[in-house]
């Protein structure tokens, strides 16, 4: 199966919503603050898609909040061709979003989905705690950046709220 926004759209209908919006954003549930925004001047399709509690059901499945499917490739030669961002909204525990945020792709890898566009993980916490020397030589962190670099993206992570991406 291809991970893209017609799969989600036709399987996951209660889960996904799709928009073309300049940005598009993901809010943490209990914290509103804590958000992540996609920047989406070219108003291409994007849908969003709830994992958490949604198409991942399983409590003890380590899973991350969201999915973002850009669903229209910049080259309109490459349909199949869609970016996934990953994104996982968090109180104070960087190292608990990067397992979630690495289990979730582990886990779509797992059954069968194909990624056909390049894949970002993507974390937002309330503060980081953690020196960025500490972060950036973490197992945890250098796994899910290997996974990632294979993927041909990146993992990136910021505080209450994140809009670096454009697309």
């Known amino acids: 199966m291809k991970l893209n926004c017609q799969e989600f759209q036709e399987n ?8 073309q919006g300049i940005e598009i954003p993901a809010f943490d549930k209990k914290n509103k603050k804590i958000k992540y925004i996609l920047q989406n001047p070219s108003r291409r399709k994007v849908c969003k898609v709830q994992i958490d509690d949604c198409v991942i059901t399983s409590q003890t499945q380590r899973k991350c909040d969201y999915l973002m499917i850009v669903c ?24 608990s979003a990067v397992e979630q945020l690495t289990e979730t792709i582990k886990y779509f890898q797992s059954e069968k989905y194909k990624f056909t566009g390049k ?15 500490s972060i950036d030589t973490d197992a945890r962190v250098l796994s899910l950046r290997k996974l990632l670099r294979k993927l041909g993206g990146d993992f990136a992570y910021g505080s209450v709220q994140f809009e670096k991406d454009r697309i």
């Open 12 to 19: 996951y209908s209660s889960c996904t919503v799709c928009q």
């Open 119 to 133: 894949v970002f993980a993507r974390a937002v916490v309330t503060r980081v705690h953690i020196p960025t020397s």
């Open 72 to 95: 229209e490739s910049k080259l309109s030669n490459q349909p199949e061709s869609v970016d996934l961002y990953f994104i996982e909204l968090k109180g104070r525990d960087l190292m």
